[in-house]
């Protein structure tokens, strides 16, 4: 059996392979659009975001900046902080933990998929969407935080 000691270290090591993906999938292209065969356009979560704020798309901008990438960012932080040796303060990493895991895991995949069907819903037939590699190494490391969050709260129920 693999002792508490070296499961987190473990999961300390995917969780900076995760961060290395979900930086990838914030700045590679997720998928272009090509509209009437001559104009493409690629974005990755970045770009589209940007793109929203000058399009003027405020509420959009907010709404997926938030959830694609202020609270994945934030919950890798707090599960760097969660698998620190040195944590202390167990009542408080528990309550934090169970709010993070409780509320957050539905944040990034599902507003980015209510994002591109914003876009493809907007496009039509004028437009087709081509999906990169982005998207699914965005989506992998999602999936990566859900799974770490998953076994932190494990550990922490031991």
């Known amino acids: 059996m693999i002792s508490g000691i070296d499961k987190t270290s473990t999961l300390r090591g995917l969780l900076l392979i995760t961060t290395l993906l979900l930086a990838a999938g914030f700045v590679m ?7 009437f ?12 975001v940007w793109q929203l704020v000058q ?15 202020i609270i994945p960012i934030g919950k890798v932080i707090l599960l760097f ?6 944590t202390t303060n167990p009542n408080r990493r528990k309550k934090l ?48 935080i859900m799974f770490i969050t998953h076994r932190v709260v494990q550990l922490t129920n031991q």
């Open 55 to 69: 399009d003027g798309q405020i509420f959009l901008f907010i709404i997926i900046a938030i959830f694609s990438i």
């Open 97 to 144: 933990l169970h709010l993070m895991h409780d509320y957050g895991r539905w944040a990034m995949l599902d507003v980015m998929v209510v994002a591109m069907l914003i876009v493809t819903v907007k496009l039509g037939v004028i437009a087709t969407i081509e999906i990169h590699a982005g998207l699914y190494i965005f989506g992998i490391a999602v999936l990566l």
């Open 37 to 48: 065969v001559l104009f493409e356009h690629s974005f990755s979560v970045l770009s589209g």
């Open 29 to 35: 292209p997720m998928m272009t659009i090509s509209q």
């Open 81 to 86: 902080n969660l698998l620190h040796p040195n």
